[in-house]
């Protein structure tokens, strides 16, 4: 496959960036999208140019180190699916495909199509865990799990931090995000114990880092790779009145 490529350059957080054009060849569409902008930047190292920064590490989906605007859309045109496990044969020969860094003001971008994602680290410190004096692990079975609760957890337990949601909401809402962070630890009876001051210090860091309210346009759950339900965001909301009720 040749593309035409429009990709974002900035050499760092203070620059004014650009789309700069270049043409990917002989591309094969078995690669994935990661692996073709490797090719591009063999091509750019051979030619003495400056590659195109991205980030990347698992490149199968679980990291969520990997995001970008691909035509617009946070991880490109394939439903729950990372950008590093997208495929090039879902484009066409001949293609013209422009690539950006997530948009929000916060995650800033440090070059390229690398942003600063450590806002979300910031939310994670203000209460994404569970703070016990476990000794040595105590058996399996002594706290047990209803099926239902323990799916649910793992279902929002599945996000991975890319940050597509905040990058898709109009508002730069990380409330898909964060609920899921909540949610995953409140519905576990581990979780009871900080589960009050777990929702109301993580949501005040939301605040706190610039991201935006959510206003349920639903953008963040078409576009999050791991298909992480807008109904954590409901979870969020509920436990957090109750939270500022009581206290
Ligand atoms: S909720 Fe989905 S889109 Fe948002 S950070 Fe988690 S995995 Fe990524
Ligand atoms: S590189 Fe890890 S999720 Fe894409």
């Known amino acids: 496959m040749n593309l035409t490529l429009h990709i974002w350059r900035q050499k760092n957080v203070h620059a004014k960036g650009k789309m700069v054009r270049y043409e990917a060849r002989d591309i ?20 003495g140019e400056e590659p195109v920064a991205f980030d990347h590490d698992c490149r199968e989906g679980i990291c969520g180190s990997c995001g970008m605007m691909i035509n617009g859309i946070a991880h490109g045109p394939q439903r729950a699916t ?23 003001k916060a995650f800033p971008v440090i070059r390229d199509l690398v942003v600063d994602r450590t806002a979300f680290d910031r939310i994670i410190q203000a209460g994404g865990y569970i703070s016990v004096r476990s000794g040595a692990a105590p058996e399996a079975n002594t706290i047990l799990v209803p099926k239902e609760q323990a ?64 206003t349920m346009h639903r953008e963040c759950e ?26």
Not at 90 to 103: A, C, L, S, Y
Request: aromatic share 6%.
């Open 28 to 47: 094969n569409p078995d690669m994935s999208f990661l692996e073709m902008l490797d090719v591009v930047n063999w091509t750019l190292n051979e030619k």
């Open 82 to 104: 990372a950008a590093c496990q997208l495929h090039m044969r879902h484009f066409k020969d001949g293609e013209t495909i422009f690539i950006e860094p997530w948009r929000s």
């Open 151 to 214: 799916e649910l957890a793992m279902d929002a337990a599945a996000c991975i931090g890319c940050g597509a949601c905040v990058a898709a909401c109009p508002n730069g809402s990380a409330s898909l995000f964060t609920s899921a962070k909540i949610a995953h630890l409140n519905l576990l009876p581990q979780g009871q114990t900080e589960r009050k001051q777990r929702v109301l210090s993580m949501v005040q860091a939301m605040d706190h880092e610039g991201f935006g309210n959510c």
């Open 222 to 247: 078409a576009v999050c790779p791991k298909g992480i339900s807008l109904k954590n965001i409901a979870t969020m909301n509920r436990e957090f009145w109750k939270a500022m009720i009581s206290s």
